[in-house]
């Protein structure tokens, strides 16, 4: 079992279906993250959970909206997204304070058509 | 400016060969240093930290300049398995993750 799990790992939906991304970290960790990487384009951080509270939205458009329950689990919902928005959504966790690597899902290939 | 830099390659050598990649960061106060690797299409997975001593792992060296602000990462006898995109990555405080955009390596039989 690998120490962070994400489904699915490939989504096609249409412009107007509402999917959501799951994440579960298995590493005791106090802090979770949700990254976007488009096509030969660096890692983008997009929000920051520390202790289940959101410290970071780094700009991202509303159609995106993150949730997370507890310090295990975090969502990505997804609600009328656009054909740019189609990247590999990568999840992620650390323990903020203590060994502070940074462990990654193996992601949502997501394609917007 | 961006907060961590690295040329992107992408880096062509043959097999057996030695290749170094180096990353340069921008703020002083970073406190935590690491090379990550990605294979096409999967997950960032963690090779190495860095510390200013240097440090080994088997065929990969990684070395931190805090005075230059830059860290690198050297690999000897380069093999087929090791072509991937290598990711350097700084902490500043806490969780402030900064990733460079990754140097492409390929290696050639």
């Known amino acids: 079992e690998t120490g962070v799990t994400q489904t699915p790992r490939h989504l096609v939906m249409g412009m107007t279906n509402k999917k959501s991304l799951k994440c579960e970290q298995h590493?005791?960790?106090?802090?979770m993250y949700w990254y976007k990487q488009s096509a030969k384009k660096p890692l983008e951080l997009m929000f920051v959970?520390?202790?289940?509270?959101?410290?970071e939205n780094n700009s991202v458009p509303s159609r995106f909206s993150p949730e997370c329950p507890n310090s295990s689990h975090l969502f990505l919902h997804l609600h009328t997204l656009q054909p740019e928005d189609s990247a590999l959504y990568l999840c992620?966790?650390?323990?903020?304070?203590?060994?502070?690597?940074?462990?990654f899902g193996s992601g949502t290939q997501l394609s917007v058509l | 400016r961006k907060e961590v830099e690295q040329d992107p390659g992408p880096f062509n050598v043959p097999e057996g060969a030695t290749v170094a990649f180096n990353c340069t960061y921008s703020?002083?106060?970073?406190?935590?240093f690491f090379w990550y690797r990605q294979d096409c299409r999967k997950e960032p997975k963690l090779l190495m930290s860095?510390?200013?001593s240097g440090n080994e792992d088997g065929r990969f060296t990684a070395q931190l300049n805090r005075a230059s602000q830059y860290i690198s990462l050297l690999i000897r006898d380069s093999k087929l398995s090791d072509s991937a995109t290598y990711l350097c990555?700084?902490?500043?405080?806490?969780?402030?993750?900064?990733f460079g955009t990754g140097t492409s390596l390929t290696v050639i039989p």
């Open positions: 992620a966790s650390s323990q903020v304070s203590g060994d502070e690597k940074l462990f």
């Open positions: 590493l005791g960790h106090n802090a």
């Open positions: 959970y520390n202790f289940k509270e959101q410290t």
């Open positions: 703020n002083s106060a970073s406190q935590s």
């Open positions: 860095v510390y200013s």
């Open positions: 990555v700084v902490i500043l405080t806490g969780n402030q993750f900064y």
